[in-house]
């Protein structure tokens, strides 16, 4: 992943530059809905979910199992009850299912529904899968996506999370009917919370101010901004200390070095 670091030693001019590149990132990202949140690995949802894996970007290969993990505790915070459907309880889960879609091949397959995936393991703060790859799924871009009806304080919402993912496949074989469905294209409609409540709290975001004579400088040490597609991460940086923050759409890191 690549980055950029602003080192408080840069000209006047560097700055001025990367911020203009910072603000265009920020004007080209309005349109970016912010599905996930990636910290330390994990992907918090728009649900309630914290996925440990699989991994966002990663490759994956058809007619393998790929490993899947949910935290369905909220990181300690949601009790074991909350997990299970009909609990009644103010904050919890009502449904959490996954299916495997893709834009590029069109193709919607069921790695779990119903209740299942929140039932078993009973205990267990994580529940696992260790979904093997239909051989019938061609190479490309795939959307790893969780569906998830939960209540926060009685406010009942519905989260679609996709995390982008890629399979590879050098021998497709074999039909897919079994666990597949209708592909009914991406995004799809969905009601979530302004953010998965599990999140621990990030630094406020910062206004870039221009002025007569250019960009002012922001006063607080530390730049946060949403990048589209492809472009990178800004961030800024106090003596001694650098923090730094990349964000790719939908999802944010966060570094911090001493
Ligand atoms: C993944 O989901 C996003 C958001 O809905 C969509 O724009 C994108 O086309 C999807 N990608 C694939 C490979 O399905
Ligand atoms: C589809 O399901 C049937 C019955 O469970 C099974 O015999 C068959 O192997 C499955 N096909 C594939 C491609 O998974
Ligand atoms: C789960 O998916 C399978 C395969 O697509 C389907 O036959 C079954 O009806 C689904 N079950 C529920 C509860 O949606
Ligand atoms: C995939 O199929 C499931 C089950 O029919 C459906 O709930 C979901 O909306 C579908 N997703 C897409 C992107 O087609």
Known sequence: MPWVLVRPSFR????????????SSLLLSVQ????????????????????????????QHAGSNMPIAIDISGDGKLSQAASIPGSGLATRFDSLEIYLVSAQSKFNVTVSNGTGLLTQESGSTVKH???PIPTCLPSGSYNFTLYEGSHINNQGFFSITPILITIQNTAVSGDCTNDTNAYLGQPQESSPPPQNPFLPSLSPP?????????????SQSTVTVTAPPSTVTVVMVSIGTTTFTST???????ITSV
């Open 129 to 131: 899968l260790n979904w």
């Open 206 to 218: 910062i206004t870039v101010t221009i002025g007569p004579s250019g960009i002012i400088f922001p």
């Open 32 to 59: 970016t809905v912010i599905a996930q949140t990636l910290i330390n690995g994990q992907v918090f949802s728009s649900g309630l979910a914290i996925l440990d894996a699989p991994a966002p970007q990663s490759v």
């Open 248 to 254: 790719l759409p939908g999802q944010t890191e966060i």
């Open 12 to 23: 006047h001019t560097d700055h001025s530059a990367l911020l203009l590149f910072i603000f």
